[in-house]
């Protein structure tokens, strides 16, 4: 099944974002999901976007989740305060967080022990990954997410923000991807 959805810049969109573009947003479900955001700078100037497939992964228990994939990688905290750091091992979530991962293309393995699975996310036009995790504190303050449902969630983002956000030239284009897939945890 596919669908696709397309977006041009309008007087409404101006008013956000004063550029001219073509955005579309290709979405395949089959054995595996695929996810293609195409941005086109249809605008007589160069622009800068960001852009981050938002990616909330239903697990069993975050707390016994681990994330491989990243290990040696530098990340930005912005829990605390935008810190630079290197991930040590897989990563593990004990509490609030909130990472951009650089310069990586790697893909990711979310290896859940409660649903017997491993998501694997693979990513394209991708150099950033975003790991992220509200917590209890945080998610009691976030309107479309339940209290406690930050337990059976994770997100694992193909992004393209801080030292990899996109500089567009007019008439260039630039799709973000990424594409998730369930295997069996044997």
Not at 20 to 45: C, K, S, Y
Not at 48 to 74: F, M, Q
Not at 119 to 129: D, F, Y
């Amino acid at each position: 099944t596919q669908l696709r959805l397309e977006l041009t810049d309008s007087p409404d969109t101006r008013r956000c974002w004063p550029h001219a573009f073509r955005l579309g947003l290709l979405i395949t479900i089959g054995p595996a999901l695929h996810v293609d955001l195409r941005i086109e700078n249809t605008d007589r100037q160069p622009w800068l976007c960001t852009g981050a497939l938002h990616s909330y992964l239903r697990v069993g228990d975050v707390s016994r989740i681990t994330i491989t994939g990243l290990e040696a990688i530098a990340y930005i905290d912005k829990v605390a305060q935008g810190a630079l750091r290197t991930q040590v091992g897989s990563i593990r979530i004990t509490e609030e967080t909130d990472r951009i991962y650089l310069d990586t293309p790697a893909t990711c393995t979310v290896s859940d022990p409660l649903l017997q699975r491993r998501l694997v996310i693979e990513k394209r036009g991708s150099l950033a990954t975003v790991v992220w995790n509200p917590w209890h504190d945080k998610a009691q303050r976030l309107p479309d997410l339940g209290d406690d449902e930050y337990q059976q969630m994770i997100c694992v983002e193909a992004a393209n923000v801080a030292d990899h956000a996109m500089q567009l030239a007019p008439g260039a284009t630039h799709t973000l991807g990424t594409t998730i897939r369930v295997a069996a945890d044997h």
